[in-house]
Structure formats: C-alpha cells, structure tokens
C-alpha cells in the first residue's frame, strides 16, 4: 500500500469528519488531559487495517503511542485486544470512528476471504476479488482482500485488458476484440495482459481458435460446462470461474481445475467486523 496514497486518504476522511472542530470533546475534555483506550474485538475473525490506523493515529497526532498486541492477518476472537492507544483524550476521541469504520470494514473483507480460501484447501485454484469495490476505498479493500489469503484481480482499468461482454459486441465479435487488442498493444508498445469472457462453450472454442490471450473467464458456467471447458483449454491459458459463486457452491468449481475464481461480493457485499474503541 503506497504511503502517500494512504495519507491523502486519511486527510481527506478526518478533514470530512472533523469539519471546523470536535466540540464534542472541545467542550467538556482539557487539551492537556492524557489517557489511554483499547480495541476490543467482539466478533470471530481475521484482523485488517492495524497498520491504516497506525497511519491514522500518526496524522492525527503524532504524539499518540500505539502498541499493537495482534497485528494484520491474526485470527481474532470476542474479547480479545488488538492494540491499546495513550496519549491526548481529544486526539484519542477524533481518531475513534475513523479507525473503527476503517478497520471493521477491512476485517470484514479479510473474514469473509479467508473463508473462501478455506473452503478450497488443498485444491490449486486461487480466490481473486474483482473492480466491485467502494469508489476511493478500492486500496484498502484489495489490502483487505490480500490480508484474508486471497489474490487481487487488477486495480483497476490500467492495468491489465479484460475484454468483457460488452466489449466483445461493439467491437463486433471475439475475434475481432482479441485482434483488435494486440494491434492496439503493438502500436502502443504496451505489455498487459489479455484476458477473455467466455459466456458458454461455443465462446471458449472461438476463443482457442483465435489465441492471443493470457486467460479465459468462464462467466456464470455450471461446474458441468466448467469442467469441460477446462478440458478444451487444456492448459494453453489461465482459467478464472466467475459470477454468482457462494460459500456454497466455491469448492466445486474449484474441483473443476480452474486456476482462479473471482468473488465480486468479497468487497461488494460486505459485512462489517464487529469492534470497538473503549477507554480504559
């Protein structure tokens, strides 16, 4: 996670908070008065987002002392303390919701993909998220995401070409998507990768046909089709499932050989950690 990107973030979020003052704490808490609070975990889980609130904690005011007990990727349990945090009671009130929105969201992100990742122990295939994420958080999810054991898909449309339904119809047809695409890399002298939706079996087999790409999204495949899908690239590409794929349902197209499964309600739906700040 690039620092400077994750101090923006931060100024932006307490100057949104925080407005012209804290007159909560402004009006019944002496600047000079020091103390101390603990996070308090009050749900199962995987732990995110200590070393953002670290960060938070810093820019807020620099003079707040952090000891962290459990640090990013910990299994947690009800009761158990993260971190306790010392130093001024106003700074220590004004860093408090931005900390919890931030971590409660991240272990909730983490939670939820290593449960995926645990369904599929023992089996090659990957757990990647997808670009379903929270404009202006998309950063702290996929760290989320990569703190829970799974993978990120790209960031964003930068960095990698995925050529998608719709991009396949206006461009008039996957061969002319795929062509087009390499013809654009070359005189652009761009070095992505190339990957390909496929919405059945007649769509991998155009596909095979006209090569040049890196990977093949199997969109909404049953396991069946999957798995023979799986059989007909045979290798020569990436394979990724994706679309509506559940706790339920992840092992077994797992068991289809495929090397990735994408998991948009990984950052889509979220549910978040249950927590909280408490003086001590």
């Known amino acids: 996670m690039e620092n400077r990107i994750l101090r923006e973030f931060i100024l932006r979020s307490v100057g949104e908070d925080l407005g012209d003052g804290d007159h909560s704490s ?7 008065a020091t103390g101390k609070a603990k996070l308090l975990i009050k749900e199962n889980g995987i732990l995110a987002g200590v070393n953002v609130a670290k960060e938070a904690f810093t820019v807020i005011d620099r003079d707040l002392v952090c000891e962290v ?12 303390i993260a971190f306790y945090i010392s130093g001024r009671q106003q700074s220590i009130l004004k860093s408090e919701r931005l900390v919890l929105n931030i971590m409660q969201r991240m272990s909730g992100i983490a939670t939820s993909t ?10 090659k295939t990957k757990i990647l998220d997808t670009r379903k994420t929270t404009p202006g958080l998309r950063f702290l999810e996929k760290e989320a995401v990569r703190i829970g054991g ?3 898909h ?7 070409i995925m050529l998608k339904d719709n991009h396949i119809v206006y461009a008039g047809g996957i061969e002319k998507a795929i062509k087009r695409t390499r013809d654009y890399l070359k ?3 761009r070095k992505l990768r190339i990957e390909i939706e496929a919405r059945n079996l007649d769509d991998v087999n ?27 690239i045979s290798g020569r590409y990436e394979t990724e499932s994706s679309g509506g794929i559940t706790l339920e349902t992840v092992r077994s ?13 990984l950052t889509h739906h979220i549910r978040s950690l249950d927590m909280s700040l408490k003086a001590v």
Do not use: H
């Open 187 to 189: 005189t652009n002298d």
């Open 154 to 160: 790209r960031m964003g449309l930068f960095d990698m």
């Open 114 to 123: 290593n449960q995926y990742v645990t369904r599929i122990t023992g089996l």
């Open 150 to 152: 799974g993978m990120n």
């Open 69 to 80: 007990l459990m640090e990013d990727g910990s299994q947690i349990s009800r009761g158990d």
């Open 26 to 32: 402004l009006a019944c808490i002496p600047w000079e």
């Open 253 to 265: 197209y797992a068991e289809c050989g495929v090397d990735f499964i994408s998991v948009g309600a």
């Open 206 to 232: 155009k596909i095979l046909s006209t090569g040049g790409v890196n990977r093949i999204m199997l969109d909404n495949f049953s396991p069946e089709d999957t798995t023979e899908a799986v059989k007909l």
